[in-house]
């Protein structure tokens, strides 16, 4: 009975987890070197980007609130290739449009966020992200 509930514990953790995050890979139409993608966040949750790109190549990025129930306080990092978290452009700090050139080859990740009441307090915000390469 007790091995029940703590595996029941367990994998209610890991679902719990698994909700917090979402992740899509973002691919480019033939010919072209952007798109737009859009989506929600509610509260702690994050969506991760994630587009390969060589080293030299500039990635743009820009992100705006579409709609919210709270603040829109909703932010964007990129990560390089590998990162265990790590950023090289934080939209808390930086705000939200960077211009970056691109250290190494691989796959980024663009990861979107919340912050502040409106992650605590698990409001909703809708957003736009333009990305590019080039």
Do not use: C
């Amino acid at each position: 009975m007790k091995t029940h509930f703590i595996l029941t514990a367990f994998l209610a953790t890991l679902a719990g987890a698994a909700w917090a995050q979402r992740a899509a890979e973002v691919k480019f139409e033939p010919g072209n070197f952007g798109t737009m993608v859009n989506g929600t966040i509610t509260g702690d949750e994050y969506f991760d980007y994630t587009l390969g790109a060589q080293a030299g190549q500039e990635m743009f990025a820009e992100l705006q609130v579409s709609d919210t129930n709270g603040n829109g306080v909703i932010y964007f990092n990129i990560l390089p290739p590998g990162s265990d978290g790590v950023a090289i452009y934080n939209g808390s700090i930086n705000g939200n449009t960077a211009r970056i050139d691109l250290p190494e080859d691989g796959d980024y990740t663009i990861r979107v966020y919340l912050m502040g009441n409106d992650r605590d307090t698990g409001k909703t915000v809708g957003y736009n992200l333009d990305l590019s390469i080039q």
